[in-house]
């Protein structure tokens, strides 16, 4: 009986472990992710610099950035105490990044639903189950989503 626990409880724990790579999408809106930026196109500026250029952005706690050929998708997430000057912040975010890219059109959003979506997108291509096709057609559907909410 105590090994009959034993291996069930072993099993279960193994289970877990199995799902523990697409946890961030399911833990997105509640913690800190920090997930790695998505290059589909490799013109253009690195998304890992432009990252690095919104983070310094103090009520800023959380970045996705996805850039293909025409586009650079800014999703982040405002400190909760912060959340009531979401306007300034977004103004501001914008400025910093006009003034540095001057060539680039970004698409900001402070939304949670399109940064958990950037998020499960990162995922599927980490996890390998998703082709750079389908990565940017699923990147387009994410842009047309965020000018529905807009």
Known sequence: MKWGVFFMSAILLMGCNANEDQQDSKLAL???????????????????????????????????????DH???????????????????EAELNKRLEKEYKDEEFI????????LEVVRLREKIDSGTISE?????????????KKEMA
């Open 71 to 89: 586009h650079i998708l800014i999703a982040y997430k405002v400190k909760h105490l912060q959340r009531f000057r979401m306007k300034k912040i």
């Open 133 to 145: 096709k389908e990565a940017q057609k699923r990147f387009n559907e994410i842009l047309e989503l």
């Open 108 to 115: 900001v959003s402070s939304d949670y639903k399109i940064f």
């Open 30 to 68: 509640i913690k800190t992710t920090n997930p790695t930026p998505i290059q589909l196109e490799k013109k253009g500026p690195e998304v890992e610099k432009i990252k690095k250029e919104v983070e310094r952005i103090d009520d800023i706690y959380d970045v996705a950035v996805i850039k293909d």
